[in-house]
């Protein structure tokens, strides 16, 4: 048996990180495990109850043999799905280990110290990290009702500005900006600046004023989308995502990722998984009629939910009393059920909660009604 390494002395410090990573909180994801082993109903991240296509679950399998080979670095297959699927250039097509990794390869590669990366109020959080991993300076817009407002990013804008982030929808709001408004966002920016339109969302929204950004893309060099696998997908384990980028930018994100930053069994199930719309659809469905009645029922109880055009909405709790979204989130984990905090969003009154199967939202309705003593349950 190999002997015990002792430790280094704690009163040498040690090489220092670069300026701004230890302003950094951690990512913390939503909780997944409850004590005493008991299987929750787990509707903390945004996943899909719907677990993966079964084609794309055959495909993961089929790349099992081939474990021993590095995957092509290109991502050719996936790249070319993706292409097929929306009509885009797979050339122009970026993958990554989920949006995550193309989010941060984004800010590393045009941000750095004296920079600053812009995002809004409630905005998704990776943004803070990949801008201060960066050795930038991040910069909050205020939100108007929870909604990205346009003027508000517009006004933060300043000669040092390089990056502007905005999730659309947002998460954790479940709010929305119509294409206008995202194109009078693109048009007052100045030319120098990259707009990251984060769409991994997309899928779920039913509005007709709604667009991702690809035409944004296709149309300005300065914009990019990136999209996800990991929600409506169903395939958050294998960490895909991808962005669709004008060419100069597609190649910057080419030379800065790893080279092979795509596993051979993600290449495979994201292309069998892009290629089943029907699936895709069909959960697009259940969500669309689930938004709905679930957003409505916790209405009828009292507590107000952000209209949501996303998988999941935020309910709102008294800030005080009993019934505060701490006591209701200790509570529903005491019947299994696990909703997200979202203190770290500067929203300390409120729960994320992800659409689930028809079981689980019911489950959760009532629970909230047992919890606010609306029925004797
Ligand atoms: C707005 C937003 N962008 C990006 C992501 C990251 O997704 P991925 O799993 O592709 O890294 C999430 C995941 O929760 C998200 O909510």
Redesign the pocket.
């Known amino acids: 048996m190999e002997k015990p390494v002792s430790s280094a002395p704690s009163d040498i410090p040690g090489p220092a990180p670069n300026a701004g990573i230890l302003a950094i909180e951690a990512y913390v994801p939503g909780e997944s495990k409850l004590p005493g082993g008991v299987k929750p109903i787990k509707l903390s ?2 996943e899909t109850p719907f677990g993966p296509s079964p084609k794309a679950i055959e495909a993961y399998k089929a790349a099992a043999a081939n474990l021993h080979l590095y995957p092509d670095g290109q991502a050719t297959a996936l790249r070319q799905a993706i292409g097929r699927r929306y009509g885009l250039d797979p050339a122009r097509i970026v993958c990554g280990a ?4 193309l ?1 941060t390869l984004l800010a590393h590669s045009y941000l750095g110290p004296g920079d600053e990366g812009l995002y809004t109020e409630h905005g ?1 959080l ?1 943004y803070r990290i990949a801008i201060l991993s960066a050795g930038a300076s991040p910069v909050v817009a205020p939100e108007r009702n929870l909604k990205t407002d346009v003027d508000a990013i517009l006004a933060k804008v300043t000669p040092r500005t390089k990056v502007v982030f905005l ?1 659309n929808p ?2 954790p709001t479940g709010t929305y900006i119509g294409i206008e408004e995202v194109r009078r966002l693109r048009a007052g920016l100045p030319a120098r600046v990259l707009l990251v339109l ?1 769409a ?2 997309a899928e779920y929204v039913s509005r007709n004023d709604y667009e991702a950004g690809i035409e944004l893309v296709a149309t300005t060099p300065n914009t990019v989308m ?1 999209r ?4 409506i997908h169903g395939l ?1 384990a294998l ?3 991808w962005a669709y980028c004008p060419s100069r930018i597609a190649d910057v994100l080419n030379r800065v990722r790893g080279p092979f930053n795509m596993s051979a069994p993600a290449i495979a199930a994201g292309a069998a998984a892009i290629e089943d719309a029907k699936f895709a659809e069909a959960a697009a469905r259940h969500n669309e009629a689930w938004l709905a009645i679930v957003s409505s029922e916790i209405g009828k109880l009292g507590l107000a939910v952000t209209p949501s055009v996303a998988n999941f909405v935020l309910v709102h709790f008294p800030a005080s009393g009993a019934h505060t979204a701490a006591a209701a989130d200790d509570y529903l984990k005491s019947r299994g059920i696990i909703l997200r905090r979202v203190s770290g969003y500067g929203l300390p009154d409120c729960l994320r909660m992800t659409i689930g199967s028809e079981a689980d939202n019911r489950a959760v309705i009532a629970a909230l009604a047992a919890f606010l003593g609306k029925t004797g349950a």
């Open positions: 991240s945004n989920g949006s995550d990794e989010l998704f990776v999730a947002n998460n984060d991994a969302y990136t996800t696998f990991s929600k958050a960490r895909i995502g």
